[in-house]
């Protein structure tokens, strides 16, 4: 067998499990746009194989075919049973409005297919978008959502996508320079990150090892905290929250810097000073006429020891934090839905008191008993938020049974508050 009858096998392999796996309706949005633009670029594969007449031609074609199949292999493990489907409903909405509001109006292609999978492991939170020209034949880019399958009742933490939400608008044009020159500049204009040799030496004096930091070393950790600015601003105190309870779960120790990711301890103490910079360490802004202990402690927010505020300070100074935060913020405040609306103390109180009843925060259940009470609708961020106080102040708040809830307890009354969400704006539609 010649290579180019391999690579045409492949390919008929390739479209027989494309059939296969698409007579069903995979993923939360359906499958039928995935399957258009998967036969659109099978087609342009296999019209580009059938000219290839040398080496090069023929390893570029193996490569479009290699990565067309685990596309294909993707959507055929999207079961909706492996991910919160509530949850992944609202990331698709907030990154659909991203990526429309950025994309030329004349041109629809801009928008990306969303697609969604499931892995396995505590860091599977993952976004990613298709590069302008990374593959041939690309009629319309893919957006791929991954969620830990292992945790996809834990909505709490499913905040961290914010993050690489951050990642994956980085993007569009429109959004990589506002990022590059109000963000990641910012980030590396002073400080550790200002130079490869000024990272090299803040590496040697706070871990005593003389390897020198990788020439993308840089670019990686100024991104990364980047990212961690953008999920806070889009999600709120949740996004600080979540960030600091995966980071410590992934690595307990939270010192080791990596070659693309900064110190877990630097970036949660970065996100301790972000609590305050954004105003979050109000007691008011959490209902605190009616949980005055609960408000203090939960505006309290992150505390990182004393040595940890350090190594973040010597890493980005609370100018160049200030400066990230209000270039996100002003990104972020001309698209519809991209910024972390503020709930009224109201509704936050509204919302926690449903949990200490150990009811959905939407109050669909209320409404049950209670027939003259209205439907009430609080965008995903404010459940979050509510899910989070609850757990965080769970010894300060009054429940209505002795047995306290688990955090998965509280993600799944958040979760089914999601749930709910979407049978309240069927009803007033």
């Known amino acids: 067998m010649s290579p180019k009858q391999f690579l045409e096998d492949e390919l008929r392999n390739i479209r027989e499990a494309l059939d296969d796996a698409l007579r ?16 659109l ?21 193996s490569t479009e075919i290699s990565y067309l199949a685990k596309l294909v ?6 079961h909706e049973a492996e991910f919160s489907w509530q949850f992944y409903h609202h990331i698709r909405e907030l990154t659909e409005s991203l990526f429309k509001e950025s ?3 004349h041109d629809p292609k801009k928008v990306p297919i969303i697609h969604v999978f499931a892995e396995g492991g505590l860091g599977e939170y993952k976004i990613h978008v298709e590069e302008d020209g990374e593959h041939t034949a690309v009629q319309t880019q893919i957006l791929t959502v991954v969620f830990p399958r292992t945790l ?9 996508f914010g993050h690489e939400i951050g990642h994956a608008i980085r993007l569009r044009a429109q959004f990589a320079k506002q990022l590059k020159e109000g963000v990641t500049d910012r980030i590396r204009s002073s400080g550790a990150l200002a130079s490869e040799s000024k990272l090299d030496a803040w590496i040697a004096k706070h871990y005593q090892r003389a390897e020198p930091a990788a020439a993308q070393t840089l670019e990686y950790w100024a991104d990364e905290i980047g990212c961690d600015i953008f999920g806070a601003l889009c999600f709120g105190p949740s996004f600080c929250l979540a960030l600091e309870s995966l980071l410590n779960a992934v ?39 009616a949980f005055p202990k609960a408000a ?24 160049q934090l200030n400066d990230a935060i209000a270039s996100i913020r002003t990104m972020l405040s001309r698209t519809t839905i991209g910024l972390f609306p503020q709930p009224k103390s109201e509704d936050l109180q509204s919302m926690v008191e449903r949990l200490l009843r150990w009811v959905p925060p939407s109050g669909a259940r209320d409404v049950l008993t209670k027939p003259s009470q209205r439907n009430s609708t609080f965008d995903f961020r404010s459940i979050l938020l509510a899910g989070w106080y609850a757990w965080r102040c769970r010894d300060e708040l009054d ?31």
């Open 296 to 319: 203090k402690a939960m505006a309290a927010g992150i505390r990182p020891s004393a040595q940890h505020d350090k190594w973040s300070r010597e890493l980005v100074n609370d100018v």
């Open 251 to 289: 690595d307990p120790t939270q010192l080791e810097p990596g070659r693309e990711h900064p110190p877990g301890a630097a970036r949660i103490a970065i996100m301790a000073r972000l609590w305050k910079a954004c105003g979050w360490d109000e007691p008011k802004l959490y209902a605190h006429k």
């Open 41 to 61: 670029r099978h087609q342009a594969i296999e019209d580009g194989l059938k000219a290839a007449s040398d080496a090069n031609a023929l390893y570029n074609s």
């Open 73 to 78: 292999h993707k959507i055929e493990r999207s």
């Open 24 to 39: 069903f309706d995979y993923g939360a949005s359906g499958s039928a746009g995935f399957y258009v633009e998967c036969l």
């Open 103 to 105: 994309a030329h109006r």
């Open 399 to 429: 429940w209505s049974t002795q047995h306290r809830p688990t955090f998965l307890d509280l993600s799944q009354l958040c979760e089914v508050g999601m749930l709910h969400q979407h049978a309240i704006r069927i009803v007033t539609a």
């Open 152 to 160: 996809k009742r834990h909505v709490l933490l499913h905040a961290i």
